[in-house]
């Protein structure tokens, strides 16, 4: 069974020009095994206007996960009803938190950070993350994220 760590998908078409924002959201204490995703928050890539602010992802256990930790501000799946390649969301992503995140990535990406070039993630800080990847060294990829990390970063940081 798939434990489900997402927030999102806020901006989908049919949603109106405004959305309803989500904020002040703590998870703390929690083991992820096998699954997709771990702490995601996903948008879509369109003017709507909205925000996701003040979350903070705290002690927890990865094991075998593809995507531990990922910010998709240009989510849509499986290429259905997309917006135009190179949309960029209207959503605002700030004060995020991830805490003591521990374990294994099943991908090289463990810490995925993808936001909107008009709408960058910003305030997003990360404490004492290890995620390694069995075949070979993690990575993090961060694009238009902007924050701090502090102690141990595996992989290292791209904040």
């Not at 002690?59 to 240009?74: R, S």
């Not at 993808?114 to 390694?132: A, E, F, H, W, Y």
Request: proline fraction near 4%; include cysteine; aromatic fraction near 6%.
């Amino acid at each position: 069974m798939e434990v489900r760590g997402s927030l999102g998908s806020l901006g989908k078409k049919g949603q109106g020009l405004d959305v309803d924002g989500v904020q002040n959201v703590t998870v703390k204490t929690t083991v992820f095994a096998g699954a997709k995703n771990g702490f995601r928050i996903k948008t879509w890539g369109t003017k709507s206007r909205g925000y996701v602010k003040g979350v903070a992802f705290i002690n927890a256990i990865m094991k075998n996960v593809e995507n531990p930790i990922i910010i998709d501000q240009h989510y849509c799946p499986d290429d259905n009803g997309c917006p135009s390649k190179g949309s960029s969301s209207g959503i605002k992503i700030s004060d995020v938190k991830y805490v003591g995140i521990h374990g294994t990535s099943a991908s090289q990406v463990a810490v995925n950070l993808d936001c909107s070039s008009s709408n960058p993630c910003s305030q997003i800080g990360m404490r004492d993350v290890k995620l390694t990847y069995t075949n070979g060294q993690s990575q993090a990829y961060c694009m238009n994220a902007h924050g701090i990390s502090l102690g141990l970063m595996v992989p290292p940081s791209c904040l």
